[in-house]
């Protein structure tokens, strides 16, 4: 099983559509879930972090599910100004340092 | 509030010839990293630093050396640079602690590497 394993897309989708992303990942002592944003050509972004209970923000949701070891971004009334790529990011072991998924690639269209 | 900063943003450069990708942040943050980001295989990490004079290989560390002086900067050398080096680097920095609210990394603005 890959550290982490997101689905790569692109998900196509309509101004206003709700979007959702899963991502799975192997190490069960992971201690910190985080999803980033990445336009294209530049850097990581720092969206949300994952929390147990799962946190909002605004149009973005986020879910953690330790027993099946899986978190989910909910995106709802999508804009044009969310296509981007999505990087799901998991800690590893005791320094912090972060195990990056390979992203998934959202379009949203007018 | 510069934040992170790398340079050059961009660099062409020939097959063994070496090469120093900058890297500064100006948030006094313990911890550095440098990654490189691929089609096909997402960020990988490169090497990292816990502290000045403290530093650690990553997933990829083969054909790059990393110092670290003084907290606020972490140069990246590729020693005899190769084309399969050919890739965009990103430097990032978190604080000391390590836990789910200060894992947290934030990353400089890349630097586009062309190995000819």
């Known amino acids: 099983r890959k550290e982490v394993e997101q689905d790569p897309g692109p998900f196509n989708v309509p101004e206003g559509a709700t979007v959702a992303f899963n991502c799975t990942y192997s190490?069960?002592?992971?201690?910190?879930f985080f999803w980033y944003r990445q336009d294209c050509r530049k850097e990581p972004k720092l969206l949300m972090s994952?929390?147990?209970s799962g946190n909002e923000d605004g149009r973005f949701t986020a879910q953690l599910n330790r027993a099946s070891q899986y978190i989910s971004l909910l995106i709802r009334d999508s804009k044009l100004s969310d296509s981007a790529t999505y990087l799901c990011?998991?800690?590893?072991?005791?320094?912090?340092?972060?195990?990056f998924g390979k992203g998934t690639k959202l379009s949203v269209k007018p | 509030d510069a934040g992170i900063t790398q340079s050059p943003r961009y660099k062409i450069t020939e097959t063994g010839r070496q090469v120093t990708l900058m890297c500064h942040q100006t948030w006094s943050h313990s911890y550095m990293f440098w990654y490189r980001q691929d089609l096909g295989h997402g960020l990988r990490l490169i090497y990292y630093?816990?502290?000045?004079?403290?530093?650690d290989k990553g997933e990829v560390p083969d054909g790059y050396v990393v110092s670290r002086s003084k907290t606020e900067n972490f140069p990246l050398t590729l020693e005899s640079a190769t084309r399969s080096q050919t890739s965009v680097y990103f430097c990032?920095?978190?604080?000391?602690?390590?836990?789910?609210?200060?894992?947290?990394?934030?990353f400089g603005p890349g630097t586009r590497l062309t190995v000819l």
């Open positions: 630093s816990a502290a000045a004079d403290i530093t």
């Open positions: 990011v998991v800690n590893k072991g005791s320094q912090g340092n972060l195990i």
């Open positions: 990032a920095s978190r604080g000391g602690l390590a836990g789910p609210r200060t894992d947290t990394q934030y």
């Open positions: 994952v929390y147990s």
């Open positions: 190490n069960s002592a992971s201690q910190s």
